[in-house]
């Protein structure tokens, strides 16, 4: 008989399953177990505060106190009562786990200082490497951004991060410019911000010219903690971003988080631990080589947005910094104004006095939940904004390499494309995946798919998903021990479809996509029914329910040339679209969105009178026409 | 959850503690103060960069001149102090009819001039003053300072500007006095600060606000720029120190709070607006000593950390609150916002609120007696988490 091999460990195929998050705000713990059949479910999920602040300090604090919860919720006993930590192996029903796996952004996640010779250039490499490890870019450097050497002193003394990155010249290449950065960065004399009050050495990482490493090392090894990586920009033709990247969470785990109150209490419990935006990262690139790319995935948090997306099998993530629901609620309402927030609320009728004050107690209370369906409403509307900033942002950071060397032909010499275009679009995603306590927490999903298509306006065929219970962290950190494991999580809890929304754009000029005129018109056969034929017209919201695991066919024609769903202006689509919680959702409310008097406004010539409605009103009718809920009052729904 | 549930939230309040303040030198200094030494609010305690920064002037680029004509533009000598903003170079432009000038970065002293025009000036090392008056319990290594003071503790939820000091002058309205507010001293308002109270203390030039509220949008018309990132410690000078102890809107001072503050009236009070919410929280600070200063720090006792600064001795079996039956509690949001409550009930089961979501809470009874379902999460403890209690070791020596 032939050797069927090792049995896999607990770890390799776990039965059982806690994950941690201790996210800014909130530590989660997750509870997953195998159930007869062998399929891993969500035994039960429960939050607490983090304890990373005064007067605790300890965020082995919080995280005991989200698993005491868990237990009570469970039944299972998770903690060893007779130590430290947790009870490890499971040992019998509903006594112990398998698998421990964490993640963190707590104590404002990991942040780095990114320096590099020229800002769009390589200091630009560097910042998304940073990016993608699942830092906090707090400040970007170069010789070219035009500060004078004090304002850079004295920003990097600023800034206390937690590492730097420095990056610069290919190899090969020149070597002052990197050793000068390098020599700033010690006479600055940064601090890492976990210190505290006495000395500490801070992690630096060099990752650029190979030929400026020895230099650069004895500058800053006295001083610092540091190590070299392969350069992030070899050449200005390639960008290997994945070496610092692992180097920088790598040191977030055995340096600063070794520092950060308590945590190595935390390390010694777990299997792993590494920055949650990192985990979340992950587990995006598992959705993007499931379904294909490109994916855009969101994660709306309490002081930042995260973005993710992935292109040609590359993960690009960017962080709106300060743009988040609780600690970044007053600086997403300064970048975006109250105007903004408050054109989406429909339901509920605030002052501008008691709407200020709303968002100033929501950032001030971080921990707060929303109680009334006028809270609720807001809280989403803050959702909605921080998603279009955080997208804007995107698209600044996921660009083609700058500076590359382009051969010219007569062919090409002159309609040669710039180099640094954007690479991310709304146009033809897979798919959208949105994550984030508001999220979570949202009593409907048709609330949260109002989000993410308010927020993001997505374009042409696109399926939905979020993370319902914010599991996405636990599904990348368990990546790292066990990936058929994380994929079991992945697919089997954490992402739960939403439906698929269909959204036509109107290319050219013309009022061809004025109010009520004709936009498609759709064939729509559900499993087991017949085929049911309906027109769409401009500025409808339309949602056919279509349950999760189920496909129909759809046949759907632009009813003028100029309308495009995304295969080019006037092509149709026929095919099996999936569904979810919501269903199928047709968005001819037309992209980008408009509220009402905004087109009349400077543009008298208009031709055709455009009364439209406000278009987060229309969500409200078409859940009710759906039959969906039941729907929150004002959450929404006027 | 059931009893022996998750920590209370809350500011601080501690009406007769030891409290240590550390005075911190970020980027090194030279201490002046001496272990054992008793000092007042004003003392200064240390010096920050001691060498003091050196800022590097390039005075052929900022005037625009060839090198070899830059020394000559130069309007002061080598050892000459300058103050911020003061000309140090200057020449004539605009066919003579105005004058290019280039300005010193930090008050201190010109120290080199190149013949490339290159000025070097050294800047005044920075005072720390003492903030609070008590003893020196930890005054060495460069880095810090530490003083002990005996006295009543208040944390706030949200503070702006930076330090004052005064003493202390308790309102009995929220509303300035018929003969206006006497300068420089510690306004306590028992109600929320409307922009009359505001204004009036900006006007009477008071050394600081504590007020249970406000609206954001009066401190916007005091020039508050909200959309400052994670509010930061602030730097820039705001036109008032404020403190406030329950958040945005109307609600009230609780009463424990305003009555710690009040029957201290007349003492000097030290205060804080410094505030930041995230890595590193910082909340607004309100400590006034009274009884003397302590003559060391208890022995064998560890104090809490009850701010990035701040620490307190307590009695060893007090602790953090949790929220459990019978715990008294401050709604921060929601229908009963800036009501106050007891906890009657934990149903361990998550529960349907107003809005559909389904959270964790608590059944509490307010005020006039009907009870109400609220998030658990929008919970604080009513008095802070110090519950206006005794501590351990306020038997100093000297009082």
Known sequence: ??????????????????????????????????????????????????????????????????????????GWTLLDPGGDGFLKPQSGPCRGVDAVVATSSAGGGLRVLVAGVIRSMTAESAERAALGAGAIVSE?????????????????????????????????GNVSHVAHLAELILTAGPRPRFAGDGPGRLPIVFAGNRDAQAQVREILTSESLFSSVPNIRPRLESEDVLPARLEMQDLFMRHVMAHAPNYRRLVSWVETIIPTPAAVGRAVEMVAQSLGDPVLAVDIGGATTDVFSVHDGVLYRSVAASVGLSYGALNLLAQTGAENVRRWLVGSSWSETRFADAVGNKAIRPTTLPETPEELELEQALAREALRLSWARHIEIVVGLKGVHQERDLGNVFDQPPTGL??????????????????????????????????????????????????????????????????????????????????????????????????????FTPPGESTRRFSLAWGELRILPLPAGCRARLEVSPAQPGTDLGGGPGEAWEGMAAGGAVGLILDARG???????????????????????????????????????????????? | ??????????????????????????????????????????????????????????????????????????????????????????????????????????????????????????????????????????????????????????????????????????????????????????????????????????AGRAAALIAPSCHLRDLEALGWDPGRPDFGVSKRKTPLVLVLTEGFGEQEMSPPVYEALAEREGLVASVSGHTQLRAGVLRPEVIVPWGGPPSSRPVGTTPLRVGRRTAVYLDRTCGPPRL???????????????????VVELPSDPRQVASGAVLPVAVVRLEDGRTATVARANLAASDGTGAVRETAGSGGEDR
Request: hydrophobic share 40%.
């Open chain 1, 1 to 74: 008989m032939a050797d069927a091999g090792p049995e896999p460990g607990p770890t390799e195929r776990p039965d059982s399953i806690l994950g941690l998050d201790c996210g800014s705000t909130t530590t989660k713990a997750a509870l997953y177990a195998r159930d007869a059949g062998g399929r891993l479910t969500l035994v039960g999920r429960r939050d607490s505060p983090t304890t990373v602040e005064a007067p605790l300090e300890d965020v082995a604090v919080g995280v005991r106190e989200a698993v005491a919860a868990l237990e009570e919720t469970t």
């Open chain 1, 422 to 523: 954007p690479l991310a679009s709304v146009r033809r995603l897979r798919a959208v995946v949105g994550s984030g306590g508001v999220l979570s927490h949202a009593p409907e999903p048709w609330q949260v798919a109002a989000i993410l298509i308010d927020g993001l306006e997505p374009e042409g065929m696109t399926r939905l998903f979020f993370d319902r219970g914010f599991l996405f962290p636990n599904v990348g950190a368990m990546a790292g021990v066990s990936p058929e494991t994380a994929r079991e999580m992945l697919f089997g809890q954490a992402l739960v479809p939403l439906g698929t929304v269909v959204a036509p754009v109107h290319r050219g000029a013309g009022t061809g996509a004025a109010l009520g005129r004709p936009c498609l018109e759709v064939a």
């Open chain 1, 591 to 638: 992209r980008p969105l408009r509220w009402p008097g905004e087109e009349l406004r400077g543009r008298a010539r208009e031709e055709v009178p455009d009364h439209r409605p406000n278009p987060a009103a229309l969500w409200a009718d078409a859940v009710r026409r759906a039959g969906l809920g039941p729907a929150a009052e004002g959450a929404g729904v006027p």
């Open chain 2, 1 to 202: 959850m059931t009893a022996g549930g998750s920590y209370l939230s809350g500011p601080n309040i501690f009406r007769d503690a030891l409290v240590e303040i550390v005075r911190p030198l970020p980027f090194g200094g030279e201490v002046l103060a001496r272990e054992g030494q008793v000092v007042d609010p004003d003392t200064v305690v240390a010096h920050l960069n001691p060498g003091g920064h050196l800022h590097f002037v390039n005075v052929a680029r900022e005037l625009d001149v060839p090198f070899h004509m830059a020394a000559g533009c130069v309007v002061k000598a080598e050892g000459e102090t300058v103050r911020r903003g003061e000309v140090l170079a200057c020449r004539p432009a605009a066919l003579g009819l105005v004058l290019a000038e280039c300005r010193s970065p930090a008050d201190g002293t010109v120290e080199r001039i190149y013949p490339s025009g290159l000025v070097t000036v050294r800047a005044y090392p920075i005072p720390v003053a003492a903030w609070v008056g008590g003893r020196v319990v930890e005054a060495g290594a460069g880095d810090r300072v530490v003083i002990l003071t005996k006295g009543t503790l208040i944390q706030g939820v949200f503070g702006l500007g930076s330090e004052g000091h005064g003493r202390l002058f308790p309102l009995r309205e929220n509303r300035p006095p018929p003969g206006g507010l006497p300068a420089g001293r510690v306004v306590v308002s028992p109600g929320p600060a409307g922009r009359g109270l505001l204004d009036a203390c900006l």
């Open chain 2, 324 to 342: 459990q039956v019978g715990s008294a509690v401050r709604v921060t949001r929601g229908t009963h916002e800036g009501s106050r409550a007891v």
């Open chain 1, 140 to 172: 970007v450097i170069a010789i070219d951004d035009g500060r004078r050497p004090h304002e850079k002193l004295e920003l990097i003394r600023q800034v206390e991060p937690d590492m730097i990155l420095l990056a610069g010249g290919v190899d090969g």
